[in-house]
């Protein structure tokens, strides 16, 4: 078959199987994701079919669906709440990675992969999904509950320190050492700084010259800077996918609103074959060995995450119902992690099975947890509440009752309620 008509009939069954895969997912009301990578596993290096023909182009639309996925994240957020949420939630961020990176980075070093190996496994399971866990909330209707805020907080810190995380371990991967580390993390830091310095004093002017009534002018213009600067962000060593970060939150108002509409359709599909090229870059005989220690890991993380969600509810003032169902729906990880994981798999390719077989866990776990956290712990707390009162009632059915001559006004009230 001619090497064209191969990409094509390769590329519209990939395409097609997304899509069939996407509607099932909707139907049975679970995350794509995990589907995808397991299309993926399937029809990959070792899977039932291999793709041959497709597999150049697959790798540059991955690409793409990262810088599209970040642009997107980007667009929904303001610089200035990023800021506010930078001051007000900077304590549960810290908890947050102190609670969810250590198991990551504990397992990497117990695996053996070294220091590199072990950021990186710190950073799959620290960042939370923060699409899955987008729609989980609106699934359930719980987008005005009083915990909501909250987990976007979490969720804002941990994209914020994306922009951080991203460039020093795509530094540290590259291996330039400390010296090259510390001036690619000085490098991410200023460039942060600078976009939000021009996002909070002229957001609106740079909006204003990438802004047009035309739709085509406007997707063409939004996604011709993205890429750019992405290309200049990954020449720089900061990482294209935080250089489209940035992009994202550079632009607001109607413009961000009108840049959303027109690229979400374009970033849903690259990002689909984003997790199948990762799935394809894995091998499934390479998973079945890593589930023990995936599974494990899931477990810790689980318990992390949802006391990072209690303790960032409990600083708020939200009840304890609240906190629960915020720890809860911290859970899921998803395409950072994935992310992370593509970026480490070419120094450290044993990482792609754990995080393929850890996300796969989390990605349905998560939204579970969402649902049944908070009903579990309300259970679980009456029934101990039942326990500690048994001993006092037991005491009270054991001392005498007065007789009617010595009841006290008081006491004669209460018998009589």
């Keep these: 078959m001619h090497d064209t008509t191969a990409l094509l009939v390769e590329l519209g069954s990939v395409i097609l199987g997304l899509g069939i895969i996407g509607r099932f997912a909707g139907r049975i009301g679970l995350s794509p994701i995990p589907l995808y990578l397991l299309a993926g596993l399937a029809f990959g290096e070792g899977g039932l079919l291999p793709l041959g023909a497709s597999e150049e182009f697959t790798a540059i639309g991955a690409e793409i669906g990262v810088i599209l996925l970040l642009l ?36 990497g070093l117990m695996l053996g992969w070294g220091p590199v190996g072990a950021v990186a496994l710190a950073g799959v399971t620290w960042i939370s999904s923060s699409g899955v866990i987008a729609k989980v909330m ?7 509950n009083r915990e909501t805020p909250v987990i976007l907080g979490v969720l804002v810190i941990e ?13 540290m991967l590259a291996g330039v050492g400390l010296a090259g580390g510390s001036i690619a993390l000085l490098i991410a830091l200023g460039t942060v700084g600078f976009v939000l310095y021009l996002a909070l004093r002229h957001g609106r002017l740079i909006s204003r010259a990438v802004s047009s009534d035309n739709p085509e002018m406007l997707l063409l213009v939004v996604l011709g800077l993205t890429v750019l600067v ?51 870059s894995t091998d499934p005989a390479e998973i079945p060995p890593v589930l023990l220690p995936a599974a494990l890991l899931a477990i810790v993380t689980v318990f992390t995450k949802i006391g990072t969600g209690w303790y960032a509810s409990r600083r708020a003032g939200i009840g304890p119902r609240g906190r629960w169902r915020a720890g809860g729906t911290l859970v899921a990880r998803g395409e950072f992690s994935i992310v992370i994981a593509g970026l480490a798999v070419a120094t450290e390719p044993r990482i792609g099975p ?3 077989a850890y996300v796969l866990i989390l990605v349905i776990v998560g939204p579970l947890t969402a649902r049944w956290t908070e009903p579990v712990a309300s259970k679980l707390q009456a029934v101990l509440a039942g326990r500690g009162k048994k001993p006092a009632a037991a005491a009270a059915e054991e ?19």
């Design 138 to 144: 609106t699934d359930m209707g719980r987008l005005g």
């Design 72 to 107: 997107l994240l980007g667009l929904e957020y303001s610089a200035s709440e990023l800021v506010t949420s930078l001051k007000t939630q900077y304590p549960s961020g810290a908890v947050d990675f102190v609670l969810n990176a250590t198991p990551g980075a504990a397992a």
């Design 230 to 280: 992405a290309g200049v962000a990954q020449q720089l060593q900061v990482s294209a996918a935080v250089g489209a970060f940035l992009v994202g939150i550079a632009l607001s108002g109607e413009v961000a609103e009108g840049a959303r509409k027109l690229l979400t359709p374009l970033r849903d599909l690259f990002a689909a074959v984003f997790f199948v090229f990762f799935g394809l």
């Design 354 to 356: 754990i995080a393929t």
């Design 159 to 171: 994209d914020l320190a994306m922009a951080v995380y991203l460039p020093l371990l795509t530094a």
């Design 399 to 417: 001392r005498p009752m007065p007789s009617h001559d010595d009841l006290t006004p008081e006491h004669a009230g209460r018998e009589s309620d």
